[in-house]
């Protein structure tokens, strides 16, 4: 009967759905959730998002972001919901190749996202909508390109209402890039910690003082700080606070004029200049490259991981043959100056990121769930590992075994490149520190290896004294 009624008046019909799984990090939101179902990836719309739901899809702005490129389209499908008490409509995303957090993003892209952040609230305005959130995870990359993902952000906009994500946006994108811009490129790893953005008293504090002579920062971030404390716990009836359409616009204008202006100052970081200071000789580069290129062919890659990638060089073999490409770099500069030249180029199949090896992104969130793991994200299809070796091993003590497990975790297919002590590059890093690292030699690495892969091409690198290696994981490694 109460199937007949729900026909009667229009509804979908929905019944519960056993195989799917719903994504650990969707739960704050009653507007719904995301889930896996046969491997693809749905979000359950929920009957209290409905009105707005239907406005977004209804007033043209869906089609509007979607046709800049600014949101991801979506299709909506009939198939059951996991939760069908509470379902309205279930619509299948875009896929994203690879989901990466604002902590693993340079400051180009965290500034790119938070613009798109707020010429997508301008553009809902134009369509009596507006953002009821403004989390940095809600924009993710297509290789170079930010696009908006969360179909449920959006409420209808009142006459007067005050921008309720003010606060969130102050918190995730102003005090992020003002300390990467003022203090720190680092800093925004912070995020790593404060999940909801950087709190404002803190950068408040960590902010040079000079900061205050900027009008935009001195109130988005300094006397919105003080503003907080002075009404911390006190009873605040929002209903009554009035702003104009034209104040409220303003205030978008000025937080996207301030992160337009803010600019990143001392990159001239080690490795952002690598390829002006290499040991290879031309002969030994190009030799390199045409090796590289030749085992990726090998490979049949759909999703190409580069560890220690500097600013992409050998990255682009992969996406240069639309290889979805994850470009991972320490150094900041070296991936500012990659995702710089991604972007000027257009280019769709490569995504740099900052990454740390010795200490990669982590599961953080309620359970540790909400923003996973980096290994768990893959694997990737083919991992590249050149002039990466001897940092791990040397660098940070890390024993040969264990660097082979770790890849063995990330991937099926390795290209990496051993690195001799007798290279010039090892003997930097030795020139400093007593060398205790008497099992770091080609026979051992390749015996500590051969434990997860099997190695399929060995290739000397001519005019040099480096090797590389092709290999597949053994069957049943984990």
Not at 293 to 313: H, P, R, S
Not at 463 to 470: G, M, P, V
Request: net charge positive; glycine share 6%.
């Amino acid at each position: 009967m109460l199937s007949l009624v729900n026909l009667l008046q229009g509804k979908r019909k929905v019944t519960s759905l056993p195989n799917s799984k719903i994504d650990p990090a969707s739960f704050r939101d009653p507007s719904g959730f995301l889930f896996t179902h046969n491997g693809k990836i749905y979000r359950q719309i929920n009957n209290i998002y409905k009105p707005n739901y239907d406005l977004l899809m209804e007033s043209g702005l869906y089609g509007r972001l979607t046709g800049l490129g600014l949101m991801i389209s979506h299709r909506e499908v009939d198939i059951e919901a996991p939760k069908p008490q509470a379902a309205y409509k279930i619509i299948e995303p875009e896929p994203i190749p690879f989901v990466s957090y604002p902590y693993e993003w340079c400051f180009g892209q965290l500034k790119d996202a938070a613009v798109t952040t707020f010429s997508i609230q301008k553009t809902a305005m134009d369509y009596g909508m507006t953002l009821k959130d403004c989390s940095a995870y809600n924009i993710q990359f297509r290789g170079c390109k930010p696009v908006f993902i969360d179909t449920l952000s959006f409420g209808k906009y009142t006459p007067g209402q005050i921008w309720v994500p003010y606060m969130q946006a102050c918190q995730h994108f102003i005090a992020t890039l003002a300390l990467m811009s003022y203090k720190d490129v680092r800093l925004n790893k912070l995020l790593r910690v404060y999940l909801d953005g950087i709190p404002l008293d803190l950068a408040s504090s960590l902010l040079p003082f000079t900061t205050r002579l900027n009008f935009s920062l001195l109130s988005h971030i300094h006397l919105h700080s003080k503003s907080q404390k002075h009404f911390g716990g006190k009873k605040i009836e929002v209903g009554k606070r009035k702003i104009s359409r034209m104040a409220f616009m303003g205030l978008i204008d000025s937080l996207q004029t301030l992160v337009e202006r803010m600019q990143v100052r001392g990159l001239g970081t080690e490795w952002a200049q690598y390829y002006q200071d290499t040991n290879y000789s031309e002969k030994a580069f190009n030799h390199k490259h045409k090796i590289v290129e030749e085992m990726l062919a090998t490979t049949n890659t759909g999703i190409l991981w580069d560890f220690g990638a500097n600013d992409g060089l050998f990255s682009r073999i992969g996406s240069n043959q639309k290889i979805y490409t994850l470009s991972m770099d320490i150094d900041y500069g070296a991936v500012e100056k990659n995702y710089s030249r991604g972007k000027q180029s257009n280019e769709d199949f490569i995504l740099p990121l900052i990454m740390d090896l010795s200490n990669p992104s982590p599961g953080i969130g309620w359970k540790n769930e909400e923003r996973k793991p980096l290994i768990t994200r893959g694997p990737a299809d083919t991992v590249l590992a050149l002039a990466l070796i001897h940092h791990l091993a040397i660098s940070n003590n890390l024993p040969l075994g264990k660097i082979a497990s770790f890849f063995s975790h990330c991937c099926r297919y390795l290209i990496i490149e051993f690195i001799p002590k007798d290279d010039s590059q090892v003997q930097r890093l030795l020139a400093t520190r007593k060398d205790i690292f008497t099992d770091y030699h080609q026979q051992a690495f390749e015996q500590e290896f051969s434990h997860y892969f099997k190695i399929q091409k060995v290739e000397s690198v001519t005019d040099s004294k480096r090797t590389l290696y092709l290999m597949e994981k053994r069957e049943g490694q984990k």
